[in-house]
């Protein structure tokens, strides 16, 4: 990453659960906003298929 | 005393989400010192050490900074314990010279009085203009608004010889506020520790090196009712001290698997795939060192440690080993380092069952 134009951003999203590992699912949602600096699973809304609310600071 | 053979083991305690134990001025250490002697060897993060002007140094503790926690427990890196580590200090320009000279006088009382090895020091190019922001979980979480002068700060020390960095950014003063008051009443959630994290975590991710993190601010007004637990933020004028601590001998981030085979085998490096258990808040288990664990299949003990999240092993589908207390998760590392099963430990014990379709056999 150049240093000049390192900059922050942050971020929630909504995730909805597929089967499988989650890290993966995780580091993909987050993917397409920037390269994860920190990130969070801060809440899940249990049902079948649960959603899952992530809080992060990505480097866009 | 065990005479097994040590259980690496690491300790999560979140920065910034209110932990009930860890969740203040390093008042996680006690547990940690625990756990360290239960499992011999206790791999943990700033976060649980960092007590301002209070700390503690054990051999068997490895001071290793989030993200650089996070790639170990995902198998990216191994970590190679050093006598000591050369400690560069990276102040933020933000910072105003009676509180630079304060945390310079810190610098030279760990290298006069502790044996430190601490230098060169460097000021940022620019101010790093850290700002502070809560989540709608309430976890704190903040920005950078210059990363690219920390960044370039960082790369000097580096190439300066520093092997590990201790950083200071000028955190912004809110005497009045509330979230203090509630801090520091041992009722809320550390403002500071979301942004902290965001700063040495890009430290550490760019520059591969042990880094750890220090807020400047200014002394607050004397609070006769303040909580046990926030004490160790009020004994002087910085919070640097445990940091140059910590760092001095934190391990060396390795590269995992290595490009090359190692020149000699080690048994001092601590390799991922030597982890034997994950302690973490039974309601904060949605971070990224406790995921990849539960995925490699390492026992993940959840201790009950209120804070303001509720991510639990029930609403991510995790098996876990319960504990009430620190207490009773060193009691299970005791077992898991014994090679006792935890559920020997547990009544009532159920009986066991032929599967079906098999036959009995021996």
Excluded at chain 2, 7 to 28: M, R
Excluded at chain 2, 72 to 98: C, H, M, S, T, W
Excluded at chain 2, 153 to 171: D, S
Aim: charged share 15%; proline share 9%; aromatic share 4%.
């Amino acid at each position: 990453m150049s240093v000049a134009a390192a900059r922050l951003r942050p971020l929630t999203l909504q995730l909805v659960r597929q089967p499988g590992p989650l890290l993966a699912q995780i580091e993909a949602a987050l993917a397409p906003h920037g390269v994860p600096l920190r990130w969070a699973i801060t809440a899940v809304e249990p049902g079948a298929a649960a959603v899952l609310t992530l809080e992060a600071v990505v480097l866009a | 005393m065990t005479a097994a053979r040590p259980l690496p083991t690491l300790l999560v305690i979140p920065t910034g989400i209110g932990c009930e134990l860890g969740g203040y001025a390093g008042d996680g250490l006690p547990a940690a010192r625990l756990l360290a002697a239960a499992s011999g060897c206790l791999i943990t993060h700033p976060n649980v050490m960092n007590g301002a002007a209070l700390y503690w140094s054990d051999p068997r503790i490895h001071y290793v900074e989030g993200s650089a926690l996070d790639r170990f427990a995902a198998g990216a890196i191994a970590l190679r314990p050093v006598r000591r580590q050369r400690v560069g200090l990276l102040l933020d320009a933000g910072i105003e010279e009676e509180l630079r000279w304060r945390h310079l006088q810190v610098a030279d009382g760990c290298r006069a009085s502790l044996g430190l090895e601490i230098g060169p020091v460097l000021t940022t190019d620019e101010p790093l203009a850290v700002t502070l922001s809560q989540g709608a979980s309430g976890a704190s979480w903040g920005e950078l608004g210059r990363p690219d002068a920390l960044l370039r700060a960082g790369q000097q020390l580096k190439a300066a010889g520093a092997t590990a960095i201790a950083v200071v950014a000028r955190f912004p003063d809110d005497p009045g506020s509330e979230a203090l008051a509630a801090y520091r009443s041992g009722a809320g959630v550390d403002a500071l520790a979301g942004a902290e994290a965001v700063v040495s975590h890009l430290l550490s991710r760019e520059l591969g090196l042990p880094c750890a993190h220090a807020p400047a601010l200014s002394p607050l007004p004397l609070d006769p009712a303040l909580d046990p637990r926030a004490a160790g933020e009020e004994l002087g004028y910085t919070f640097l001290a445990c940091v140059l601590v910590g760092l001095s001998r934190a391990p060396d981030l390795l590269p995992w698997p290595p490009a090359e085979p190692l020149a000699a085998a080690d048994p001092a490096l601590l390799r991922p795939e030597a982890i034997g258990a994950v302690v973490a808040p039974a309601g904060a288990l949605g971070g990224a060192a406790v995921l990849a664990c539960a995925e490699r299949g390492i026992p993940l003990i959840a201790v009950d440690n209120p804070s303001v999240l509720a991510v639990s092993a029930e609403a991510l589908g995790l098996e876990v080993l319960p504990a009430a207390s620190y207490a009773e998760a060193a009691g299970h590392l005791l077992a898991l380092r014994e090679g006792i099963a935890p559920a020997a430990l547990q009544r009532p014990l159920a009986r066991l069952l032929l599967k079906p379709g098999h036959t009995e056999s021996h």
